[in-house]
């Protein structure tokens, strides 16, 4: 499109104009922007007819109802961009996912004044959040789905809040450059060409007390990543406290998923690989550790050990650049 460019540069001008946006940001006066929409070109170009037909007849009828159209359209256009103003834009995040798959940005948008906003939508890309309203002092959280092309880092470059209330006729926006971002895992490889390592209790074994299977040792509050076989659901269900039970033993098996054990030429296919084995190896419950040229990640579990793994790998170097943009 021709046009494409020209917009281009307005979104650009507008990045060297605002900066990155902290959080939260409120949105101020002078960076809402306002244009009429194609109905209000239409309702204008209108009036504009009905004007000049009234100054050809002189009637004053004509003027009268020429005069208040006018006027509603003033007035819509001040009432479009108020919509906007003042609106507190806080929380914007990215989720992560894997790649072939889409991630969740998140805008969470809080209405601080004593007056409804209507009809509040949000635009990234080619993706769309459904318009919602505010009551005074409502928070709402509008979310959109990004395509996620391949692994790496998913930036959310650029975020338009908009509206076209009331009426339809013009339509205010405000630009967000929000310094956020969401990881684009390897996709797994759908059939691995041999199982995850299956670990030893070496001497690199990890002790794990809640991994043994000797001998009950008592209770512990619960610990985000604890696998749901330790949680003790009866005292829970008893009206307890979340709780994970202990037990002692011999060390846990570890395995160690290492990228050089792999023949395969392909670094993309030896991460899918990897991918893969992170997921079953989560999902077996026992402690695991990644080995990559440069570093290593030690054996330890949870669901913070399995997204550390698995950002390194989408970090690995040799991508194809922003995970949200298709290069091919």
Request: net charge positive.
């Amino acid at each position: 499109m021709l046009l494409q460019p020209v917009r281009e540069w307005l979104r650009e001008w507008a990045l060297r104009r605002q900066g990155r946006d902290p959080d939260p940001v409120t949105l101020r006066r002078r960076r809402i922007y306002i244009l009429p929409t194609p109905l209000g070109t239409g309702f204008g170009l209108m009036v504009l007819a009905m004007l000049m037909a009234a100054m050809n007849y002189s009637n004053s009828m004509a003027f009268a109802l020429t005069f208040l159209l006018a006027g509603l359209g003033l007035v819509t256009m001040h009432w479009c961009h108020q919509n906007l103003c003042g609106l507190v834009i806080s929380g914007v995040r990215v989720t992560s996912t894997f790649a072939g798959g889409h991630a969740e940005l998140q805008v969470t948008i809080e209405n601080t004044s004593a007056t409804e906003r209507y009809e509040i939508g949000a635009v990234c890309g080619e993706s769309k959040a459904t318009p919602r309203d505010l009551e005074p002092g409502e928070r709402v959280r509008l979310e959109l789905r990004l395509p996620a092309h391949h692994r790496g880092r998913l930036p959310a470059e650029r975020v338009r809040l908009y509206t076209t209330f009331p009426f339809g006729l013009f339509r205010s926006w405000a630009w967000l450059h929000p310094n956020a971002h969401g990881i684009v895992y390897p996709a797994p490889e759908l059939r691995a060409p041999a199982p995850p390592p299956g670990g030893s209790a070496g001497h690199d074994a990890v002790t794990d007390p809640d991994s043994g299977d000797d001998d009950f040792t008592g209770l512990r509050p619960f610990r985000p990543g604890d696998t749901p076989r330790r949680v003790a659901w009866k005292a829970l269900a008893r009206g307890g406290d979340l709780v994970v039970k202990q037990f002692s033993g011999q060390p846990a098996a570890t395995a160690w998923l290492d990228f050089n054990d792999l023949t395969q030429p392909d670094t993309e296919q030896r991460l899918r690989i990897l991918s893969r084995w992170v997921i079953d190896s989560h999902a077996s419950g026992r402690a695991w550790g990644l080995r990559l040229p440069g570093g290593e990640i030690p054996p330890s579990s949870g669901m913070g050990h399995r997204h550390r793994c698995l950002t390194e790998l989408a970090l690995f170097p040799g991508g194809t650049g922003p995970a949200g943009r298709d290069h091919a």
